[in-house]
């Protein structure tokens, strides 16, 4: 059982936005930064969204997110079949003292 | 750019002790702010953080897995390991490296990461 909970799976049609929710406690999400991964297949994850909202360099801004008490949102706009992948947030528990990271929700493109 | 690239055995018996090691290349490991990571993802499953090291050799290890888990750096060889010892079967995982940069408590997002290695853990 993870200490962030996201939806098991979402969908939507190409060109659609889908959102991704991550929902935790005023330990994790509620004071500290969220970052958000996308795991493609067979390869490993890599970084989308770091706290709370900023993008990497090189990640396009079809994708977002934001923060509002102790959930966080991960938006996609304009979805591709190549979006189709496991998303993941993370970010720090200060009660566990480690990073904690939700059971991943798995995006497919229709 | 840096890259990260893990090694070490696919398979380890029970109650013996995992060996991972992972290559640092296109930078220096002795580089300033960067605690070093090992990520676990269990077969099927989410990620599950192990621990950090930085340069000064202050780590941060997951409360779970701390009596059992230690992340050292060699930077002659500009690389970091992973020993995690009494493994079970519950260990089999891909373990990945990767790279935080700054405080890992404010700062905890991981960029980049290996590409991963599975361990099973059998007799």
């Known amino acids: 059982q993870s200490v962030l909970t996201q939806p098991p799976s979402v969908s939507a049609a190409p060109g659609q936005k889908v959102t991704i929710s991550c929902s935790g406690s005023?330990?994790?999400?509620?004071?500290?930064?969220v970052s958000w991964y996308q795991q493609l297949p067979g390869t490993a994850p890599k970084v989308l969204i770091y706290?709370?909202?900023k993008r990497p360099s090189g990640i396009p801004d079809r994708f977002s997110g934001s923060k509002s008490g102790t959930s966080a949102t991960l938006g996609i706009t304009g979805l591709q079949t190549g979006d189709e992948a496991d998303y993941y947030c993370?970010?720090?528990?200060?009660?566990?003292?480690?990073?904690?990271f939700g059971g991943g929700t798995k995006l497919t493109v229709l | 750019q840096v890259q990260l690239q893990e090694s070490g055995p696919g398979l380890v018996k029970p109650s013996q002790t995992l060996s991972l090691t992972c290559n640092v290349s296109?930078?220096?490991?002795?580089?300033?702010?960067?605690?070093w990571t090992w990520i676990r993802q269990h077969p099927g499953r989410g990620l599950e953080w192990i621990g950090c090291?930085?340069?000064?050799?202050?780590?941060y290890y997951n409360p779970s897995l701390r009596s059992r888990v230690t992340i050292s750096v060699d930077t002659s060889k500009n690389q970091f390991s992973l020993k995690l010892t009494s493994v079970t079967a519950a260990d089999t995982a891909v373990y990945y490296c990767?790279?935080?940069?700054?405080?890992?408590?404010?700062?905890?997002?991981?960029?980049?990461w290996g590409q991963g290695t599975l361990v099973t853990v059998s007799s």
């Open positions: 990767a790279r935080v940069k700054g405080d890992i408590v404010v700062d905890n997002w991981f960029d980049p």
């Open positions: 296109g930078g220096s490991i002795s580089s300033g702010g960067y605690c």
């Open positions: 090291i930085y340069y000064s050799g202050s780590s």
């Open positions: 005023s330990s994790n999400i509620g004071n500290n930064y």
């Open positions: 706290d709370n909202n």
């Open positions: 993370g970010t720090w528990d200060s009660s566990l003292s480690t990073v904690v």
